[in-house]
């Protein structure tokens, strides 16, 4: 897992502190998101798709990581937020 970064704010003159990535992961009947270093899941849904939309939302507003596991807890799917963040450049 990545650790929380440190990003500078040139309008406070100080270190903000980035919220980490959002995974989307199987959580007992149904999916679930959750930041990085938080110990409860933020939301929950009956199905993957629902989950996924809802935690693409959030990394979207908070300009992270969306990692999407399959049912079997491995890693299907990354999509970084904004776009101009992926490290990888790659066009899909």
Known sequence: MRSIEHVWDETE??????EGDIH???HGD????KA??????SNTAPTKAEAQAKG???ATERGV???IHREDG???ERNTYPRSRDPRRSKG
């Open 74 to 76: 491995t890693i299907g």
């Open 56 to 58: 693409r939302e959030m």
């Open 36 to 41: 990085e270093g938080n110990e409860r899941v």
């Open 30 to 33: 149904g999916w679930a998101n």
């Open 24 to 26: 989307t992961s199987k």
């Open 13 to 18: 003159g100080e270190a903000a502190v980035s």
């Open 65 to 67: 990581e969306h990692v």
